[in-house]
């Protein structure tokens, strides 16, 4: 396998992958059991870190095999048929294009339907950078600024919340820098009724009055903090988030994004699965229960990897100086990262640009995004299974693509250069 390696800020490939990685990903605890894998900023230094490298490559031993095909055909061909995956789905974009596209596999396990292209996927936490983008819009709309505190805008919260959030801002929450505590600071939560809008006032309500953590601004990541920032959103706008979703991000994308598991919009798209031994068994979306459906805007939007291919556009778009949707102010606030994390989005620099990324799963599919603004690529993988092996060999299959691709680009820029230099040479001899 071929994985990612940062030393000295360069971007290297690695030919094996340590044990160290093992378990790095791993499921959330308590309020969200069973609900979303936790995505920590160390997570990407364990995902690169992986071995010490010479400068002259990955190792020094003769022995090494050589790197794989890092085509995406081949790596979600392993993905299947090498590491039992159901269905693996992938994406690959370059100069603002999607350049290839493949599916694999099955929609569910001991059943023939293949998974195609075109087909729905659980994208986890990765929507999580498509909720700040819509805030981003509110805020450009001025219906909400970054300096926004909760008990500002959500009902009844005056007076009570903790005074370790006292002072947490809308950017806080989006930068998990707000000290709301983490999925495991949480051994157990209050069911909330009404609507999901009324359930998320009453979940903002119980979190910020419970006792924090830590101190603002230390980084804990946590999903609770973007109920409230969707709460916000709500508050000031009367309506509610998947409304707020279609009108402002997904609609003008032209994006059809669902919300919930894809079987929930068609029993015939691919199913969940979780680990069984050396396979993985199909699991129904009962498992999750709806009384935590108001945690959505954490991690609860299906689509196309053609759609999330249109949302990493956007953002490339954006960081080449092109914004759409949100001002450039705006997107500069989304993509300044404070450590290794901006508003739903790793942020890392390396010798080949800044990286921007995300994983998400709900333990039942995984997904992950990369992109290299700089380079102007990005590659995304999704799985409709989840699991810490699950979530390894597909984070490990996109970093592979990533780097093929990034040699693809480094390839050519070098033939173009000769090719110049040869016409110059060509056009002196005929001077």
Known sequence: MMSLYVRNNELLPCGRLS????????????????????????????LFLILALSAGGCSDDPAR???????????LERLVEVRGIPGALGIVMQDGAIIDAGARGVRRAGEPDTIATGDLIHIGSITKSMTATMIAILVDEGSLSWDTKPADVIPGLS???????????LLDLLRHRAAIPADEDFASIPGFTGTLPEQRVKASLWCLQQASPVARGTYRYSNAGYVIAACMAESVTGTGWRELM????????????FYGWPTEHDAAQPSGHEPAGSAYSPVEPAIEPDSLDFIEPAGFVSMTMEDLAAFMKLHIDALQGNPRLVSGEGFGILHAPVGDYGCGLGIVQTNKGMLYWH??????????????PEHNVAVAIAVNAGGDEAGLMTHTAAETVLLGLLDQVATAGKNFEGNKACILQGNQRGN
């Open 359 to 372: 994983n998400g799963s709900n333990t039942y599919f995984f997904a992950v995004m990369y992109i290299l």
């Open 19 to 46: 044990a160290a990685y093992t378990g790095v990903i791993r499921k959330g605890e308590g309020m969200f059991s069973n609900r979303y894998y936790e995505f920590r900023a160390a997570i990407l230094q364990a």
């Open 159 to 169: 007076g009570l919340v903790h005074p370790g959030y006292a002072e947490s801002t």
């Open 246 to 257: 279609d009108s402002r991000v997904f609609g003008p994308l032209g994006m059809e994004a």
């Open 65 to 75: 095999p050589e790197p794989e095909d890092p085509s995406l055909a081949v790596q």
